[in-house]
């Protein structure tokens, strides 16, 4: 072998070997939680249905977390009433388990659904039952909640980010 073949061999090998490995190697595409895209502080507004009337509302929610894990509170203000939900879920493919808090009624249980990109679905169950729905993008959502069992009956609200 001629010597500058044989000082070019060991690179030229080494190139081959990376670029075998990198053909052979299948790509990992990492998709982002449906969690991740509603990570921070929202502000906006919309409407409770109570036992009494309809009532406008403003609110502020915050999402902590990320991942497999989501913290949520939105906290909602009308002329005579508050709305404040807390929870904490976790996501383990498109299933979501958790547990779920509504402040001012004095509300609790455990909460169960699916999320996809763009929409969170849950069912809630305890001393008061219904459903959520959270329909969002990178820059705006809406929150839709439904019960029974409380003189909270629905809330409706659109939020942007903050």
Known sequence: MKPVIRKAAPILLATVALVGLFMVTPSQKVEASPFDTLLGTWRGSGKVQLNSGMERL???????????????????????????????????????????????????????????PGRIS???????????????????????????????QKVSINLTRS
Do not use: F
Not at 122 to 139: A, D, F, L
């Open 122 to 152: 849950i069912n809630v169950s305890g001393s008061i039952r219904g459903s959520m729905v959270v329909n969002y993008s990178s820059s705006r959502q809406s929150v839709s909640i439904s019960t029974s069992g409380s003189p909270l």
């Open 58 to 116: 403003t609110c502020n929610a915050y999402y902590t977390g990320g991942g497999s894990q989501l913290g949520m509170a939105i906290r909602c203000k009308s002329e005579s009433s508050n709305v404040e939900i807390r929870s904490k879920l976790s996501l383990s493919g498109t299933r979501i388990t958790g547990n779920w808090e509504e402040r001012t009624y004095n509300a609790s249980g455990s909460a169960s659904g699916t999320a996809k």
